[in-house]
């Protein structure tokens, strides 16, 4: 999935996804987007009995022109306090109202969730972040695709602070992506050897990163007794990284 992270939106996409507060309150910048849809969302609300803008609701509406669908995602708030916790709950509804909608492409449109503007950064970065962890899908060998969207925007309005938060959340589910794609390999492609040489081209630029391959000699030297009988099992020549 493409994660992208941009400071002006014109209202339209595949998907515009908007944060709606507990007891249905719309942040400045849903409210101006509002005014963009002559009033829709607010109206919408107004008549929506089940949905009341607690974390983990969603409502997808379909507006007469603009973005093909609004996905209204409820945040919480008030009594139920708006915390990194829950980003998960939060991200996991916006996944499936996206999803569900059949489109590829969605903006989500940030607010000031709290006060302090680091903390607004690494909110939506979590959100970002956990979304992107729900798009792995190893479909490899797999005539037909798995479906999902294909790119996710927030429109936030200091793009570097987001991303300064986004990064380390970036590169660590890039290593959850590798390690499960290296697990679900079957055994007589993901043998030793090539998951040595996999972690070597993946992980063998990284800063301060030093990786040392063991063959059996070395495995010999070692004592490493048990692991080279377990190799003994294989045609395939054991590794130790």
């Known amino acids: 999935m493409d994660i992208q992270f ?55 509406i379909r507006p007469v022109a603009g973005a093909k669908r609004i996905v209204l995602a409820g945040m919480g708030g008030d009594d139920e306090k708006i915390t990194k916790d829950t980003a998960i709950k939060i991200a996991s509804t916006i996944d499936k109202a996206v999803r569900a909608s059949g489109y590829e492409n969605a903006t989500f449109l940030c607010e000031d969730f709290f006060d302090d503007d680091e903390m607004n950064a690494d909110f939506t970065a979590t959100l970002a972040d956990v979304i992107r962890l729900k798009s792995y899908s190893f479909d490899k060998y797999k005539a037909k695709k798995a479906d999902g969207f294909k790119r996710l925007s927030f429109a936030f309005n200091n793009v570097a602070d987001v991303q300064k ?29 090539k998951a040595a040489q996999t972690i070597q081209d993946e992980l063998g630029s990284l800063p301060g990163v030093t990786i040392r391959v063991l063959d059996e000699k070395d495995m010999e030297n070692e004592k490493m007794g048990a692991e080279l009988a377990v190799g003994q099992g294989s045609i395939n020549p054991p590794r130790m990284v």
Do not use: C
């Open 165 to 193: 938060a986004y990064q380390p959340k970036h590169e660590t589910t890039s290593g959850v992506f590798l390690a499960r794609d290296m697990s679900n390999e079957p055994p007589n492609i993901m043998t030793p050897e």
């Open 6 to 60: 941009v400071d002006t939106f014109g209202g339209q996409d595949d998907v515009v996804i908007v944060p709606v507060f507990k007891n249905k309150e719309l942040g400045a910048n849903a409210e101006n987007l509002d005014k963009l849809y002559a009033g829709f969302i607010s109206a919408t609300l107004r008549h929506e009995d089940k949905f009341n803008g607690e974390a983990g609701q969603s409502l997808t």
